[in-house]
């Protein structure tokens, strides 16, 4: 009567049937005493301090993009390793096709000084003229 | 398997190619100096061109059948092109203008081109998809380019958001046609018959045309048009509505017509009424040239609608005659535009793109009024002009297959359109200007001047001549 696809659902009432019952169980058997101690965050980290919309440094999007550019490169460049001797010469050709791109855009954005960790040098505002002599 | 001789069969794609790259080495080297980008990035698009000549007359498959290579798709880069090489030409004057003369604004433009050619090129649902993604990610970032200006922001993240959210249609569209069919090849899809009768396979394509109608501006998808169009830097908004707009219409157009659904036929006709209607009509109460020519540029997307929805095999070759006067015409405009628009003394708003700023605007500067003239006429259809040798052929095609109705409505609201044209005109050559705007200047330099006129003999020389057209392509006018 079930196909494939008939096990899989078998499977998934049985998965939930049996998180359900181990689930409900624990709740109906367990002594339950709490503490203050119980109660705190611990091994999850740290209680919270201020708000969690801050504002994120732009370097680090620059560097997780770079990173994921390599990353793929990286993706790209295992079967190629693979097939290499098959291919010969024109993989060759074309990876360093490939490889030329993604380092001319490296340099790009290594000359354009994107890539230096400076600290930020805020601007001091300064007054061009002296406010008290006005007065005199 | 790939083989190196197959590389010049896509010469234009590649040239393009090239030039990005070495545009950005020259940007790291030379980026004090502006021109060597600028030189290069219109060498490679004049490059591109010349490659697309040399390809002119054959019809292959190039790399597996993954890319086309036709008289059609040539004929549509060639188009592309030539919008992109008028922008180029104008927007160093702009740029210096608005002070956002980077090195960027060349290379994101020429990768939005690399996006568009693979889009025209493509064989493959899949080469689709990343031609448009490469276009559409190009033209977010162009749309934001005045950084300064809460405007030019907000349409940024308008386009962005609506656009990230029809790729999603567009992606569903494509994995339903996959899926009832077992392949992406686009050039399959045409020889299997009866494929249209197959549910799965229309939703898919249904979903698919929706994404290429909302980059089109077609009626219910238009919303974003005006506030994008008017936030954009104008020699932007200028390239957005023509090179963008062709690409997405020579991908999906002569995909259709090949099916040639009959029920397809009605509904884009219906479509095609809406988008007219609500171009031409709205476009009447707008006091911002910029709004006024985004209106009417939906209204285009309607009349190239009206030559889809005949699924002729002429309607291809009518399509592409309309699109090459459009981008003289309307690119032309905005270059007008361009050059006349100056920033506000703040740098946060845009300044001199209302209706009373072009009061008596001939009279101070004679060449642009007459250039801002004939590109407004054109568009209004009237008949020396390419303007109406377009809107002829669309028509055409629409009597042919028995449209008949479909092409006196568009004709009643062609004549909508020409109401607000006419406005324009009369402002420039009827009006005095205020005091104010007598003491203002208008910067317009030699580059600029040669890409109006460039548009210009365009505008007039396919109005008188409009067999150039079909012959370079050889196509066969019946």
């Known amino acids: 009567m079930y196909s494939d696809y008939g096990q899989v659902l078998i499977f998934l009432i049985f998965a939930l049937g049996f998180v359900a019952i181990a689930l409900v169980s624990a709740w109906i058997v367990s002594p339950k005493r709490p503490t203050k101690g119980k109660y705190t965050t611990y091994e999850c980290g740290e209680d919270t301090v201020g708000e969690t919309w801050v504002k994120f440094n732009i370097r680090f999007y620059i560097t997780a993009l770079i990173f994921i550019i390599f990353d793929v490169e990286i993706v790209f460049l295992f079967p190629w390793a693979v097939v290499f001797k098959e291919i010969g010469m024109l993989a060759f050709i074309e990876m360093a096709a490939f490889l030329l791109v993604l380092i001319v855009g490296l340099v790009y954005v290594w000359a354009k000084g994107d890539l230096q960790w400076d600290k930020p040098q805020p601007e001091i505002p300064k007054l061009d003229r002296e406010i008290f002599k006005a007065g005199n | ?126 080469i689709v998809f990343i031609g448009l993604e490469l276009m559409s990610i190009c033209f977010y970032v162009l749309v934001g380019m005045l950084r300064k200006r809460v405007k030019s922001n907000e349409s940024a993240l308008k386009y962005f958001l609506l656009g990230a959210f029809i790729s999603g249609f567009l992606l569903y569209g494509i994995s339903l046609m996959y899926g009832a069919i077992g392949t992406t090849k686009i050039s399959v899809y045409s020889t299997m018959a009866g494929i249209t009768k197959t549910p799965v396979f229309l939703i898919g394509l249904v979903l698919y045309t929706i994404g290429f109608l909302f980059k089109m501006g077609v009626f219910p998808f238009q919303m974003w048009v005006p506030d994008v169009y008017e936030g954009a830097p104008t020699i932007v908004t200028g390239m957005m509505s023509t090179a963008g707009k062709i690409a997405a219409v020579g991908t999906i157009a002569p995909l259709i017509i090949s099916f040639n659904v009959p029920d397809f036929k009605t509904l884009l006709a219906i479509i095609s009424v809406l988008t007219m209607l609500f171009g031409n009509v709205i476009a009447l109460s707008q006091s911002s040239i910029k709004r006024i020519l985004a209106y009417s540029s939906i209204a285009s997307a309607g009349y190239i609608l009206v030559g889809v929805a005949s699924m002729d095999e002429f309607a291809v070759k009518g399509i592409l005659f309309y699109l090459a006067a459009y981008v003289f015409m309307q690119l032309g405009a905005f270059i007008v535009v361009s050059v006349y628009e100056s920033g506000s003394k703040d740098k946060t708003d845009f300044n001199l793109l209302n209706f009373d700023d072009y009061k008596g605007l001939a009279k101070r500067n004679p060449m642009l009024g007459i250039f801002f003239s004939v590109f407004l006429l054109s568009l209004a259809g009237i008949p020396p002009l390419a303007g109406f040798w377009g809107k002829y052929y669309l028509f055409y095609v629409a009597i042919k297959s028995n449209l008949i109705w479909l092409s006196i409505i568009a004709i009643l609201l062609s004549l909508v359109s020409l109401y607000y044209y006419l406005r324009i005109i009369v402002y420039m050559w009827f009006m005095e200007p205020s005091e104010e705007l007598k003491e203002t200047e208008i910067r317009s330099d030699f580059l600029s001047k040669i890409s109006l006129i460039l548009a210009f003999a365009g505008t007039v020389i396919f109005g008188f001549l409009p067999n150039i057209f079909f012959s370079l392509f050889n196509f066969v006018i019946k």
């Open chain 2, 1 to 126: 398997m790939i083989q190196i001789n197959e590389l010049v069969n896509i010469l234009p794609v590649l040239i393009i190619f090239i030039g990005i790259i070495l545009t950005l080495i020259c940007e790291i080297l030379f980026g004090k100096n502006k021109l060597v980008v600028y030189s290069l990035s219109i060498l490679s698009v004049l490059g591109s061109i010349a490659g697309t000549f040399y390809l002119l007359n054959k019809d292959l498959f190039v790399f597996g059948e993954l890319l086309r290579v036709n008289n059609i798709t040539l004929a549509f880069t060639i188009i592309i092109l030539t919008s992109v090489l008028l922008t180029f030409i104008a927007s160093k004057n702009y740029l210096e203008k608005e002070k956002i003369n980077f090195g960027e604004y060349y290379i994101i433009v020429l990768s939005s081109v690399l996006g568009m050619l693979l889009m025209i090129f493509a064989n493959d649902l899949l």
